[in-house]
């Protein structure tokens, strides 16, 4: 059973195009997570939330929207997606509180934008 | 501004060799201080992490050494091995939900 499952793990679309990736985690743990990778490997906290609240929030485009219907999901949606938006793009998640350390990360999902 | 700094970007050492990764950091607060490992297609995964309360912290053939005054931590890997192959990234966090801030990565290539 994955942990962390993301779908889809591969993504080409067209510039403009909306698209979404879906994350679940059944882990139990309180705390959600986007993370993106860029080609040089650099990973970049995006958006965090703790039980269905937006607890941190990066200086992300206004077109990259998250929604967390419950705390064992944390989707993200991108409008007009621009060349630079290809990544690969990481959920996690780790246990309730602050600080408590370990994150654990789905598989990822690359989506390229022509 | 990257909040952790990470040396080298690659590094090949022969297998049954050391393996040694620095990472440095300018944040005072921060308290956590995590080792990812990332092979090809997969997510990160932790390897190993100390706090700053400790100078060294061993598990198998991972070690991190900290060094609170010089800012510094890093991760050395005894007895490297083919399967050590991937990606290392160091990390820091500070007590903020986990939000982490990560290094840029040190791809390690272990030669038989």
């Known amino acids: 059973d994955t942990a962390v499952s993301q779908t889809p793990k591969y993504l080409v679309t067209q510039m403009g195009n909306d698209k979404s990736i879906k994350c679940e985690q059944n882990?139990?743990?309180?705390?959600m997570y986007w993370y993106k990778q860029d080609s040089k490997k650099f990973l970049k906290i995006m958006f965090s939330?703790?039980?269905?609240?937006?607890?941190i929030n990066e200086t992300v485009p206004n077109r990259f929207s998250p929604k967390s219907p419950d705390k064992a999901h944390l989707n993200l949606h991108i409008n007009s997606l621009e060349l630079g938006d290809s990544a690969v793009y990481f959920c996690a998640s780790s246990p309730k509180g602050r600080n408590t350390g370990e994150l654990f990360f789905g598989e990822g999902s690359r989506l390229t934008v022509l | 501004q990257q909040q952790v700094k990470q040396s080298p970007q690659s590094l090949i050492v022969q297998k049954g060799g050391i393996s040694i990764i620095n990472c440095a950091y300018e944040n005072t607060a921060f308290d956590y201080f995590p080792w990812y490992q990332q092979f090809p297609g997969k997510g990160p995964a932790l390897l190993i992490a100390i706090r700053p309360d400790v100078s060294e912290k061993k598990e198998g053939r991972f070690t991190i050494s900290f060094n609170k005054s010089a800012k510094q931590f890093s991760l050395h890997i005894m007895d490297s091995q083919p399967g050590d192959s991937a990606t290392y990234f160091c990390a820091a966090s500070k007590g903020d939900f986990n939000k982490f801030y990560f290094g840029s990565g040190t791809k390690l290539n272990v030669k038989p």
């Open positions: 939330y703790n039980n269905k609240e937006l607890i």
């Open positions: 882990l139990g743990h309180d705390t």
